[in-house]
């Protein structure tokens, strides 16, 4: 299996499926680094979005690319506001070499299209959720024969989604969307969620 992502974690974060690379020790977790601080190695040159943002909305372009560029399977990502509106997301067509030439070209190649898949489908379990009681989804995931899609709730009510290969490693795909979520979940604050909406619109 290729190395996952190297993501900073925290004492808190989930624990490494089989195969998954623990976070480098010497990286600190989110609550421990200054929030103009950049993460090391931040690649600003290759992410045109990223220019003329703010330090915090350039540390989650480079958690969500790196999310898609080391992570075995994951196809494209996309983050969606708890009202719908795409906040972040990756560019599926730098990914489709890995998908198996006879699989779908998936949500129609749009990063809107996942955005609205990814809204729909936490509404729907939110609302099955209430009806039976169950507390809080922490994650949805769906199995189909050309494709997964993972769902998983970001503090703030966001959603962070995963469109990947049908054999991709859920337990490796989950793990790492758990760690994006603890980081981005201590950053999207109301200010930053407005910053990224614009930038989507803008570009």
């Known amino acids: 299996m290729t190395a996952p992502m190297r993501t900073p974690g925290s004492s808190t974060k989930p624990t490494a499926p089989d195969g998954a690379k623990e976070p480098d020790a010497d990286e600190r977790p989110a609550d421990e680094r200054p929030a103009d601080e950049p993460l090391a190695n931040e690649p600003l040159a290759n992410e045109p979005l990223a220019y003329g943002l703010s330090s915090e909305a350039r540390n989650l372009h480079w958690l969500l690319t790196n999310l898609v560029d080391e992570v075995p399977g994951i196809l494209s990502v996309a983050v969606v506001s708890s009202d719908g509106l ?83 490693d859920m337990t490796v795909v989950a793990y790492h969307m758990a760690l994006f979520v603890g980081r981005a979940g201590h950053v999207l604050t109301p200010e930053l969620r407005s910053e990224l909406r614009q930038s989507m619109e803008s570009a």
Not at 109 to 136: E, F, H, P, Q
């Open 86 to 168: 795409l906040l972040l997301s990756s560019d599926p067509a730098r990914n489709a070499e890995r998908r198996p030439a006879t699989s779908p070209t998936g949500p129609r190649g749009s990063s809107a299209d996942l955005a609205t898949i990814v809204s729909g489908l936490g509404s729907l379990t939110v609302g099955a959720a209430r009806l039976m009681d169950g507390g809080k989804v922490r994650q949805t995931v769906v199995a189909m024969a050309e494709g997964s899609l993972f769902v998983m709730a970001i503090s703030d009510g966001s959603l962070l989604g995963v469109h990947a290969t049908p054999d991709c």
